[in-house]
């Protein structure tokens, strides 16, 4: 799959397998049971304007596209990596997910089906990421629900996030997390966890008035005499005074 604009690799597939194939009059639809890719290779690429580009191949729940699509029921991944690339932030980021296993199933009932989604990877030296979740109905929403979980991530290549969020850069640490969220009605319940070890951060890169920084308090605050940083954020998006830290 290449990006139409720049002719560049999105996906590639080397073994490609399907159960239960339809094809529609004219090639323009394509329907399957199931599919398994194995050792898929994907990008997923946002440049500076901010402009995502992903591999966008596969229909989805709520979808409008009519023309050329693949619409599958199932579908596995083995063996699989992902490539990361964001250059909306200064220095850009390179992420690399490599050993994915992933399984994603349409779940039976009326009108358009609901999606759940399975995966689990690696990154970095020793870092594991794995995602449970529900896609609903409407395309483009926030899931129903879903929970991200991280162990042993470096840190240090997320560092330009953090500083264009605190004007700090990440020297060195490793974080754990939980990030659990479910909507209810239009309404977004969440309740994330992180922990952190042997976190060290740069000097800042925006003056603060000569004063201790208020993110060096609160994080001593945060942290316990082993060094480990636990952070937990829990509420919901339709009631700030609920949020607790």
Known sequence: ????DSDRTLLAVPRVFARSVTVGAGGTFIGAAFAGLE???ATVARD???????PAWLSVP??????GCISLAGVEVFDGTLQIEDDAVTPGVELE????????LRKPGRGAAPTEINIEARIGAAGTVSLDARLGQAAGQHPDWFTLTTRNLE???LSPYFRRAFGRDIMAGVGAATLQQERHDGTLRFDNHVSIVGLILGDPTRDTGGD??????????ATDAEDRTELVVQGSTNDSSAITI
């Open 39 to 41: 050792q898929p290779k």
């Open 97 to 104: 997910l490599r050993d994915i296993t992933a399984a994603a």
């Open 62 to 67: 709520g979808d409008e596209r009519t023309a």
């Open 48 to 54: 500076a304007t901010g402009l995502l580009r992903w």
């Open 212 to 221: 201790e920084p208020p993110l060096d308090v609160a994080l001593a605050l």
């Open 155 to 157: 840190l240090p290549p």
């Open 1 to 4: 799959v290449r990006d139409a």
